[in-house]
């Protein structure tokens, strides 16, 4: 059985930086899918960022592009999320997801999850 581990979340200010990781345990990710997923109160979970597990094909959402880099250390079975430039829209509990079946940045493709991290933005 898969689990995932984030961790990093906290109160940054508007401006400011964090880094979310996502710790894998189980069995190895290497060949699959990993992505971030945020999901606000009163809203829906949505798409953040994505990465294959070459690391080669990265996609962000709209929101997020320019401001956060997704990458993985294989080796570590972790993937991050680097948040720079946050904005306070950016304020959500951030979950991480891995082995996809369909559509990247939708939240049902996904078999496992993490049990999210809390990333408050001040203004």
């Known amino acids: 059985q898969v689990q995932l581990v984030e961790s990093g979340g906290g109160l940054v200010q508007a401006g400011g930086s964090l880094r979310l990781s996502c710790a894998a345990s189980g069995r190895s990710l290497s060949s699959n899918t990993m992505a971030w997923f945020r999901q606000a109160p009163g809203k829906e979970r949505e798409f953040v960022a994505a990465i294959a597990g070459d690391g080669d094909y990265k996609p962000y959402a709209d929101s997020v592009k320019g401001r956060f880099t997704i990458s993985r250390d294989n080796a570590k079975n972790t993937v991050y999320l680097q948040m720079n430039s946050v904005k306070p829209e950016d304020t959500a509990v951030y979950y991480c997801?891995?082995?996809?079946?369909?559509?990247?940045?939708?939240?049902?493709?996904?078999?496992?999850w993490g049990q999210g991290s809390q990333v408050t933005v001040s203004s």
């Open positions: 997801a891995a082995q996809r079946a369909g559509r990247y940045s939708s939240p049902t493709a996904y078999t496992y």
